[in-house]
């Protein structure tokens, strides 16, 4: 392949030798590619473009070596292949993606234009289990960075479906209750509150795919047959968002779909360029981080689903970093909350979350136990109004396990006395203590003790 390519440079123009080096290296870099899959350059059969692409991923010494991850060879009716266009049916002002528009998004995303989304992500959505069962309010979630978004809207799914609906009670019993078209309704309430304040209750931009491609590929620029062809929907009411979102739903739930990538993609636009790099600062240039060959969200994604602004870290308002520049945490009280135990605590005490996060308006959290994320939650909205309640109270844990065929439910008991302790824990066993769940939890409320009410702990 090598010797072709300079076969017919040498048949065109002279080039110079700056050029020369510079496409040679461009050849070094895919024959490196090839060569880790056992490619060779006598293979002609052309590949799938979408399943057969590589992502390349810099190591974890932050050396910026390139290390290519292999994602499968996969055929173009498989779970990765490329999204069918959108079906439109609004009449909103709209605009296809241009160059600059990709090349921006995918540097805020990546860091960089050559990165693309791995597989799990391609095939993540948001899928609900099935109405009228123990887990209707649930959505199905799978592996992989996008599994962080999809339980944060899932926290959000469950303040619309608790605490949001008119004439429905908040209670346990609700939740199960629901229908597909409530199911619809939850969804399409979640994704479009979470874009309206994400671009400050002025407009939301929703992005669509659709059969003409807008942005062509080039050396600096890795195209992945999907966002070169997304048309952006600008939407001035937060009703109207919601509308648009309900009656373009396949387009984020339906499978091969892209769901996840294309909220993702919505709520970046919606929030603005401008907008996140305000958010962002120093210790955050970028939203995304290469991981086993995937990428796994930064604090600032989940924070801008949560409180709508890309803070990148969750801590209360502005902190000093070491070389004292300033490092933005989360300014003002979150609708739901987030609480974390595990790897992600550092030295300098930035990883803890302040109280902004811990308590939000309304009782529910998302959890990072470990790396893995669920949501805890109350039915009782009181339940961080009145200290009372927090004596003692139920929460429901949802982590999107397969094996998890409906919500634990843990007592939480704030109010024990010391003398009781000890036989408390000879009741519960020394294991109990020191589940990552009941650790993140006495993150918020310490020295509670935790019922798992039968089921084995997990996480």
Not at 214 to 226: E, I, R
Not at 246 to 267: A, M
Request: glycine fraction near 8%; charged fraction near 20%; hydrophobic fraction near 35%.
């Amino acid at each position: 392949m090598a010797v072709a390519f300079l076969d017919q440079e040498q048949s065109s123009q002279e080039l110079d030798l700056e050029e020369i080096t510079r496409k040679i290296s461009f050849l070094d870099k895919w024959r490196e590619i090839f060569s880790y899959h056992r490619l060779g350059t006598n293979n002609t059969t052309p590949q799938n473009r979408e399943g057969s692409h590589v992502s390349v991923a810099k190591s974890e010494d932050g050396s910026g070596t390139p290390h290519p991850k292999r994602q499968g060879l996969l055929p173009s009716s498989g779970p990765c292949s490329t999204p069918k266009p959108s079906i439109i049916s609004s009449k909103s002002s709209s605009f296809p993606i241009s160059q600059a528009m990709a090349t921006k998004l995918r540097q805020s995303l990546f860091g960089n234009t050559v990165y693309v989304f791995s597989c799990d992500w391609k095939k993540a959505c948001f899928r609900f289990h099935d109405p009228f069962s123990d887990l209707a309010f649930a959505l199905e979630v799978g592996k992989g960075g996008a599994q962080s978004i999809q339980m944060a809207v899932q926290g959000l799914i469950i303040k619309y479906l608790l605490f949001t609906r008119e004439g429905k009670d908040c209670n346990f019993h609700s939740l199960c209750a629901i229908s597909k078209q409530e199911q619809k309704q939850a969804l399409a309430a979640a994704l479009a509150g979470i874009l309206w304040v994400a671009g400050e209750a002025e407009k939301a931009i929703i992005c669509l795919v659709t059969e003409d491609t807008q942005v062509t590929s080039t050396p600096d620029y890795a195209g992945d047959n999907f966002t070169e062809r997304l048309q952006l929907f600008e939407v001035l009411e937060k009703e109207a968002t919601e509308k648009f979102i309900y009656d373009h739903l396949q387009c984020f739930s339906g499978e091969g779909s892209h769901g996840v990538i294309l909220f993702l993609y919505s709520l970046i636009f919606s929030r603005t360029f401008e907008r996140l790099q305000k958010d962002l600062d120093v210790s955050t240039i970028h939203l995304l981080q290469p991981n086993a060959g995937g990428f796994l969200c930064r604090q600032a994604v989940l924070n801008m689903v949560l409180t709508g602004r890309a803070s990148p870290h969750v801590f209360n308002g502005c902190q000093n970093g070491k070389s004292q520049e300033i490092l933005h945490g989360v300014p003002a009280r979150s609708s739901i909350g987030y609480l974390q135990w595990g790897k992600q605590t550092s030295e300098d005490g930035l990883s803890q979350v302040g109280s902004m996060l811990k308590t939000p308006k309304f009782p529910i959290w998302l959890c990072n136990i470990n790396g893995s994320y669920s949501v805890l939650f109350s039915t009782n909205r009181q339940l961080l109004a009145d200290w009372k309640v927090e004596q003692r109270f139920d929460l429901h844990l949802y982590g999107g396990q397969p094996f998890q065929k409906k919500p634990a439910r843990l007592t939480v008991d704030t109010h024990s006395h010391p003398w009781e302790s000890d036989q408390r824990e000879e009741e519960h066993g020394p294991g109990r203590r020191f589940s990552p769940v009941e650790m993140a939890i006495r993150t918020k409320w310490r020295e509670a003790t935790v019922n798992w009410n039968g089921t084995v702990p997990f996480f």
